[in-house]
């Protein structure tokens, strides 16, 4: 993989003195700051509160082949410092994305990962194949294999080695070449390493970490489970510590492939805490829902931390809690 | 039309309780000259270090473009879950951040018709800017005001001076007749030629006025509550089925799509499921 892709660059907003480049194998992006999938549909909404040039990229929420209703409501319920959602991948299918969604992030000239979910092995290939030729403002591609809003535990491929590798296989022979693939893992595994390195071995450019864990919250006037789907997804600053504990071990174990780190990010402080424990980029989701300029907010809090911390790059702070002194 | 939503620093000016409810008033420059009746905004609750993240929706009661503090917002608050007690608590020069104008205002018609406005409970909220705004256009306003009792309606004096006519229902009989607001809206529906519904309150009480408005074949604009968590698009937690005009039933939501829909338009009966002939609804298969 030498072919470097050169991304334009986002200029205004982000601070001059620290240099906020992330470079995520050959994508290089003039941020570090994503958006979490699900968590700012395409884009449109939240370029009312964000300019999403200046930021990393946008990650579309994951998308399937065909249109998808997502589950009965109530879909949402609020928890100690985070939620619990059951949306079920929600969304219009391919077709209606690549013809409205993509056409639309390209014209604003928002640099896009597309992230896809499928039922299959064979539905992630085909959707692997259909993004591939979106264009050019699709920079990489994103795998949700650990949706836990799946009728069944069972299908969630980023729970064993080999179906996560399936998964990723399929998608790489379906793009072809050094296209960045990001496997997005789910922390719900007892080893979360070994799901990591199969990935990789697979074809994987990098990992995103983590989606949501599985919880559940009963309703104590219902009687009932408060969500329709009765289990669903914890997000929010509750799963920090999980997430980061993620990014840490996976960084140990395989430092030179880049990670997209994400869990509870509300402020700069906390995105710095995961370029420490080795992400190179992260990624804003629930904090968009408490607070829509969050993304701009992060990455103007992170610039002005790096620098403080006397880093002028980002680039040298990934990982750096791992140094040895 | 609609306005782009701002993201302001919002400052308490007064909080002062209405019957069973909490009328803030806030500062919020930029926003009162944007909203539109049924226009709701988005706060944040619980101040910096929170563990309540979600934003919480409420309609707009009043929007003052210039006051002697700059433009406000007023909103009634029915408290009861961790945030709706936090701003219930609010003292004066407290900071709240907010979100708005969200959503889909309230469609005004071009002539002058005769309108009936049903609020159920602090529902009535948003229907007094928009009793001013069809009375600007010349429409004949009535208003049908319920509630359990008398002091979780809101704004009865208030609906005297902006409605032709007002009637008053509440379950307990402590003010109007006793009975549903419903009912009060079918006698008033006997009796005069009303040409539009708009209505706001629970969504049974929304439900049951769109069959009764297909009675009459009198359209029902209806400010549906779904429970949101972003109220600006991005979560996909705030959806209902909704028949559209491609005949397609979707999972609309209703922080963008609505909240106000036409009555007709929503299928009431399977809200907190998924229709079989929803776009992309699982197949039996896959229960
Ligand atoms: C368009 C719209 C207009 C509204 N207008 C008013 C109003 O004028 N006055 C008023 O008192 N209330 C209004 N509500 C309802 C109000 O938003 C909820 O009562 C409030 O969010 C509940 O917050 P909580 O902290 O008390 O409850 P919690 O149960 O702690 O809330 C947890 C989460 O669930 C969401 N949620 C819970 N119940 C509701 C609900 N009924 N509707 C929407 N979200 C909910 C909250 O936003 C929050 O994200 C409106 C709701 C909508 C959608
Ligand atoms: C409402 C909601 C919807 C989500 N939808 C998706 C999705 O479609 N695909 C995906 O990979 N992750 C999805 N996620 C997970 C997020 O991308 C992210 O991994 C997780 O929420 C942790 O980050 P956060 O704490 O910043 O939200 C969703 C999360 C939430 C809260
Ligand atoms: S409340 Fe988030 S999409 Fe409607």
Redesign the interface.
């Known amino acids: 993989m030498t072919s470097i892709r050169v991304v334009p660059k986002g200029g205004r907003g982000v601070s001059a003195e620290v240099n906020l480049e992330s470079k995520l194998g050959t994508l290089v992006l003039p941020s570090p700051v994503l958006t979490a999938s699900g968590c700012a549909a395409s884009g449109k909404e939240l370029s009312q509160f964000v300019d999403l040039t200046t930021i990393g990229a946008v990650v579309t929420k994951s998308i399937m082949m065909s249109p998808r209703s997502g589950r009965a409501t109530p879909r949402m319920a609020e928890t100690p410092s985070g939620m619990l959602n059951s949306i079920g991948l929600q969304g219009p299918g391919i077709d209606d994305f690549l013809e409205h969604d993509i056409p639309w992030l390209a014209s604003k000239g928002v640099r896009t990962m597309v992230s896809i979910a499928g039922n299959d092995v064979e539905e992630f290939g085909r959707l692997a194949a259909r993004v591939k030729r979106a264009g050019d403002s699709v920079v990489a591609l994103e795998v949700n294999i650990s949706c836990p809003n799946v009728a069944n535990r069972g299908l969630v491929f980023a729970c064993q080695p080999h179906s996560a590798a399936e998964v990723i296989s399929i998608v790489r022979r379906n793009v072809g070449g050094a296209f960045p693939i990001f496997a997005k893992l789910s922390p719900d595994v007892t080893d979360i390493v070994e799901i990591a390195k199969a990935c990789v071995d697979a074809g994987a450019t990098g990992l995103s970490l983590i989606n949501t864990l599985l919880g559940m919250v009963i309703n104590t006037e219902t009687l009932k489970p408060a969500l329709a789907g009765v289990t669903g997804g914890l997000s929010g600053p509750a799963i920090r510590p999980v997430a980061v504990r993620a990014v840490w071990q996976v960084h140990a174990a395989l430092p030179h492939v880049p990670l997209i780190g994400m869990g509870g990010i509300l402020t700069g402080e906390d995105a710095f805490e995961f370029i420490l424990a080795g992400a190179s980029a992260i990624a804003i989701g629930t904090a968009n829902f408490h607070d829509p300029s969050a993304l701009t907010r992060v990455q103007k809090e992170l610039s002005v931390l790096l620098a403080e911390r006397g880093f002028s790059a980002l680039q040298d702070a990934i990982g750096f809690a791992h140094r040895k002194v | 039309m609609n306005f782009?939503?701002l993201?302001v620093e919002g400052e308490l000016l007064s909080n002062r309780r209405v019957g069973a409810y909490h009328l803030i008033t806030i500062v919020v420059p930029g926003i009162p000259e944007r909203i539109r009746p049924g226009n709701f905004v988005a706060l944040?609750v619980g101040g910096e270090s929170t563990?309540?993240?979600?934003?919480r929706s409420f309609s707009v009661y009043q929007a003052q473009e210039r006051g002697l503090y700059g433009g406000t917002l007023e909103l009634v608050i029915s408290a009861h879950g961790?945030g709706t007690r936090w701003l219930a608590a609010l003292a004066p020069h407290q900071m709240i951040?907010v979100?708005g104008p969200l959503g889909r205002p309230f469609p005004l018609p071009k002539d002058p018709v005769h309108a009936l406005l049903v609020g159920g409970g602090y529902g009535s909220a948003p229907l007094f800017m928009l009793a001013d705004a069809l009375r600007q256009r010349g429409c004949r306003v009535d208003m049908a005001l319920g509630a359990a009792s008398a002091d979780r309606l809101f704004g009865t004096l208030e609906a005297r001076r902006v409605t032709n006519a007002l009637s008053i229902a509440t379950d307990d009989g402590s003010l109007g007749v006793q009975g549903r607001v419903t009912d009060a809206a079918r006698s008033i529906l006997e009796r005069a030629n009303i040409d539009v519904i708009y209505a706001c309150g629970p969504m049974p009480m929304l439900s049951a006025l769109t069959t009764l408005g297909g009675e009459f074949g009198v359209m029902v604009q209806c400010a549906v509550e779904?429970?949101m968590?972003?109220g600006?698009?991005?979560?996909?937690?705030c959806?209902?089925p909704v028949r559209g005009n491609d005949d397609v039933v979707?999972?609309s939501r209703s922080c963008?799509d609505g909240p106000v829909f036409a009555g007709d338009r929503v299928l009431w009966e399977s809200?907190?499921?998924?229709p079989e002939e929803?776009?992309?609804?699982?197949k039996a298969s896959?229960?």
């Open positions: 782009q939503p993201q944040s563990s309540t993240l979600l934003r961790a951040n979100v779904e429970s968590a972003c600006i698009g991005i979560c996909m937690t959806v209902l979707r999972m963008v809200i907190g499921s998924v929803t776009l992309g609804a699982p896959e229960h």
